[in-house]
């Protein structure tokens, strides 16, 4: 599978703890991006890199969130002292560098459930 | 500020209805446009896009889409839904170069 993958696919931590997820994007793809999902709502925009520079982050991604792209490649989401409110599903997408506005193509996400 | 709504967060519908799911969005300058579908545990897909040109764009399945600008709307439409359609559908913009913006979604669900 070429795709866009993600690890783990479902996360349960104790609230405090700390918790990492990664993206293995398509590997031609120069962009990618998190989103952050819960129930009833559309993905909501984290964060995205072009190559290994973090380009834009959204207000959502409070200083316990940290995200990497080292060398251009895989990407991590890292979230310290997890909430309740943190519980979604999160979500990695990739696309290519190109014209603005090239659709992005989706994982199928890391659920994160924080109890 | 720039945002993209949905009207209907559920829609049901018997099979061969005609769809057509409302995506609006608030934003004077260029937009790029997009459907989405998530079918039941799977990923988000792409279903059609509209970059530039003829404002109706055909994507997959029979799905179609008509951008019209003054109405700043880019709705979703099929003549004759399946069962198989039944999934969740985001309407999305992207405003500036790179991310995407999403509505909240429309559930449909088609009966046999």
């Known amino acids: 599978d070429t795709g866009v993958s993600q690890d783990p696919r479902h996360k349960i931590t104790k609230r405090g703890q700390n918790v990492t997820f990664r993206c293995d994007p398509i590997s031609e793809h120069n962009r990618l991006y998190w989103y952050r999902q819960t129930l009833g709502q559309g993905p909501e925009f984290l964060t995205y890199f072009q190559n290994e520079a973090q380009l834009e982050k959204s207000r959502l991604l409070s200083d316990r969130f940290s995200a990497e792209r080292p060398k251009g490649s895989f990407s991590t989401l890292e979230i310290q002292r997890t909430e309740q409110g943190d519980s979604a599903m999160y979500l990695c997408a990739s696309s290519p560098q190109g014209a603005s506005g090239t659709e992005a193509f989706f994982g199928q996400g890391t659920r994160l459930t924080v109890v | 500020a720039q945002s993209v709504s949905q009207h209907n967060h559920h829609v049901i519908l018997s099979e061969a209805a005609s769809l057509e799911l409302g995506c609006n969005y608030s934003y004077g300058g260029t937009v790029n446009l997009f459907w989405y579908v998530q079918y039941p545990g799977q990923h988000l897909q792409l279903l059609l896009k509209?970059?530039?040109?003829?404002?109706l764009v055909k994507g997959i399945k029979g799905f179609e889409a008509e951008f019209i600008k003054s109405k700043f709307s880019f709705n979703l439409r099929k003549p004759s839904v399946q069962w198989s359609d039944t999934a969740e559908y985001f309407c999305?913009?992207?405003?500036?170069?790179?991310?995407?913006?999403f509505g909240d979604g429309t559930t449909l669900t088609v009966k046999p």
């Open positions: 999305a913009v992207i405003f500036n170069a790179g991310k995407s913006t």
């Open positions: 509209y970059f530039s040109g003829d404002p």
